[in-house]
């Protein structure tokens, strides 16, 4: 599914083998290289703020369950498939799913793939 979803500017694409594609948009045409980057470079799907690959890890690994929600709704916002899952496991999305910052027809679409459950109001 790669291309579909990337955000402005550069993109850092990790494969989970420590290989990272850096994806850069010049111009019209966009090039791709396979040299390794600093864990310090801002991550493409946190478009409107710098946030680097060891703070989002450090995050979903010892912060709070807002700021998991926070890193786990851009990922599943703008992140491209692949990258979601070095991250994030589907079981971490659905102990956070309802607290995660999604709009509507996302939200139900990543339900619908992940097999959640909506609660169904009684009255």
């Known amino acids: 599914m790669r291309g579909q979803?990337?955000?402005?500017?550069?993109a850092a694409l990790a494969n989970g083998r420590g290989t990272v594609i850096l994806v850069t948009m010049q111009g019209q045409g966009t090039t791709k290289s396979r040299e390794p980057i600093e864990r310090t470079q801002q991550l493409y799907f946190f478009p409107d703020q710098t946030v680097t690959d060891e703070e989002?890890?450090?995050l979903l690994r010892q912060g709070t369950a807002e700021q998991r929600a926070w890193v786990i709704?851009?990922?599943?916002?703008?992140?491209?498939?692949?990258?979601i899952?070095?991250?994030?496991n589907r079981e971490e999305v659905r102990e956070v799913f309802p607290?995660?910052?999604?709009?509507?027809?996302?939200r139900q679409a990543w339900a619908?793939?992940?097999k959640i459950e909506a609660a169904v109001a009684v009255e």
Do not use: K
């Open 5 to 10: 979803g990337e955000g402005p500017g550069a």
């Open 56 to 58: 989002a890890r450090r």
């Open 73 to 83: 709704s851009h990922l599943l916002r703008y992140a491209q498939w692949d990258d």
């Open 85 to 88: 899952w070095i991250y994030v």
């Open 99 to 106: 607290t995660l910052d999604l709009p509507e027809s996302l």
């Open 112 to 114: 619908r793939m992940l």
